[in-house]
């Protein structure tokens, strides 16, 4: 018995020798990761300077808009610094008239996706914007305006389109050029 034990041992040894063999590592699965969305919500939000943007388009139901893989867009984001400008009271008002802030948001925004050399060769003309209203692209030397608003940073990509940084928050501007009112008279006027 001890003669066929030793045999069958070795064979077992041997299969389990075989079995471990680092040839078969190719055939274990392995995690792979996932892509994270780069949508232009996504973007604003890891950039940290578009906190206030980001709660707006949340209380509106816009950033699920701007999440939309299928479209494209470009966004003329406000920085924390612009919205800060308007005062807390002015942007409390705000966020507590989800219309009037949903027209004063999509005033940003444009269908489809202009990248900054676009939009410096349509300095001079009006631009809709996807609530219906146009902005004004012009240059100031080298600085690409948009309304009266600077554009700081071009270009950043996102999936679904682009963000250009300005410094203000945009305001419609009438058939002349000049803006209809400022963002608190818009508020005022909507009973805010």
């Known amino acids: 018995m001890k003669a066929l034990t030793s045999p069958l041992s070795a064979a077992f040894t041997a ?20 892509p994270t969305a780069t949508t232009i919500v996504d973007v604003a939000k890891s950039a940290g300077n578009f906190t206030t943007l980001i709660a707006t388009l949340e209380a509106t139901g816009l ?16 920085t924390d610094a612009a919205f800060e400008a308007l005062g807390q009271e002015t942007i409390d008002a705000l966020l507590a008239d989800t ?13 489809g ?49 682009v963000i250009h940084v300005i410094d203000a928050v945009l305001q419609p501007i009438n058939s002349t050029g000049e803006a209809t009112s400022n963002i608190v008279q818009t508020a005022d006027d909507a009973g805010v």
């Open 63 to 78: 950033d699920s808009t701007l999440a939309n893989e299928n479209e494209k867009y470009t966004v003329f984001a406000p």
């Open 113 to 161: 996706e202009v990248a900054a050399q676009a939009a410096v060769n349509l300095a001079g003309s009006l631009v809709p914007t996807v609530n219906g209203e146009n902005i004004a692209l012009s240059l100031d030397s080298n600085t690409l305006l948009v309304n009266k608003a600077s554009v700081t940073t071009t270009d950043i990509q996102a999936s679904n389109g």
């Open 99 to 111: 219309n009037t802030l949903s027209s004063i948001l999509t005033y940003h925004v444009v269908a």
């Open 15 to 34: 299969m389990l020798l075989v079995g471990c063999n680092s040839d078969d590592d190719h055939n274990v699965a392995t995690p792979t990761a996932q």
